[in-house]
């Protein structure tokens, strides 16, 4: 049994014939069958059970993917760490949307100023679907602020970070002090996308306070919704570290839990098992000594 061998098992079971994975891998299909013969050989069972055209896992094959995409893995990393002895280093790394755009830029160029010649490549999404490319091996490390669900993946709290209630100049709230949870009920709001970690600790607010609020505007990227709450007259929930230019310049105000229930940190997160590279060595140390946040003297206040 080799490599190769779980690879091609591992084809097999996520495309479901022996045709569509041949294809994937760029072999024929008598290659691909041979393989599989041999990996049942070797293992004295049947791993696939043909129904109509197509192959289902048997239990023995459920056992088998369950372990074989993080041996491959790890073969994948090995072999690139000695191939890339003197050579480029590379991290791949995932941040969400909040993240993304206030803070991964500056990291990056730090990064990158600390270890000359390293490449990054940078994915940014909502926290649910980085959490599966940490999973799936698809990212190396990754900046998120929502909560991540999986047991396999370690989590460091590093970086603080708080969400305010924000209003643009032509909204009603920009020129009171003090709100109480009550005047949100009715509100037009703009609301970040399903799976968004900024999302999720506002809607369990909203449920505990037992809120109505009008979800107007719905996108996945932080400046749409900025530029909603400036000039379309609706409120959003964002990260404090979003808003400093706006703030300074008066076009918006904020307000502050009484409790700071709201308050929050960015965390890094990688796989249990990850082999944890200068890079994400560096990364960690990087966050660690970034600055804290503080809210503004004019910060309105939100009681309950």
Not at 85 to 94: D, F
Not at 159 to 166: G, K, W
Not at 171 to 176: A, D, I, L, N, R
Not at 235 to 242: E, F, G, I, Q, T
Request: glycine share 4%; net charge neutral.
């Amino acid at each position: 049994m080799t490599i190769r061998h779980l690879s091609i098992f591992t084809a097999v079971a996520e495309y479901g014939t022996m045709c569509a994975a041949a294809e994937h891998l760029y072999l024929t299909q008598p290659t691909v069958s041979q393989a599989i013969r041999e990996l049942e050989k070797h293992y004295h069972c049947l791993l696939f059970e043909r129904l109509g055209k197509k192959l289902y896992l048997t239990e023995q094959g459920k056992l088998l993917l369950s372990q074989a995409p993080e041996l491959i893995s790890r073969f994948s990393e090995l072999d690139q760490l000695m191939m890339n002895q003197g050579q480029t280093a590379t991290l791949k790394l995932g941040s969400t949307l909040t993240v993304g755009t206030c803070l991964t830029p500056s990291v990056i160029l730090e990064l990158e100023r600390k270890l000359p010649g390293l490449e990054v490549y940078s994915f940014v999404s909502n926290t649910a679907e980085i959490e599966q490319k940490l999973l799936r091996s698809q990212l190396d490390a990754a900046i998120v602020e929502g909560e991540i669900q999986s047991p396999d993946l370690i989590v460091l709290p590093l970086i603080d970070d708080c969400l305010v209630l924000t209003a643009g100049i032509h909204h009603p709230f920009y020129e009171m002090e003090t709100l109480h949870s009550s005047d949100l009920n009715g509100q037009a709001f703009a609301m970040r996308e399903q799976g968004s970690g900024t999302r999720r600790l506002f809607e369990q607010y909203v449920a505990e306070q037992g809120l109505s609020i009008r979800i107007t505007w719905e996108a996945n990227c932080p400046r749409t919704i900025l530029n909603a709450v400036l000039y379309n007259k609706v409120l959003s929930v964002m990260s404090l570290r979003l808003m400093y230019h706006e703030i300074r310049h008066q076009r918006l105000r904020i307000f502050s839990p009484e409790n700071q229930e709201w308050n929050r940190t960015f965390k890094l997160v990688y796989h249990k098992n990850k082999f944890l590279t200068p890079a994400i060595y560096e990364l960690e140390k990087l966050l660690r000594q970034y600055p804290r946040i503080e809210l503004p003297k004019e910060t309105g206040r939100l009681k309950q």
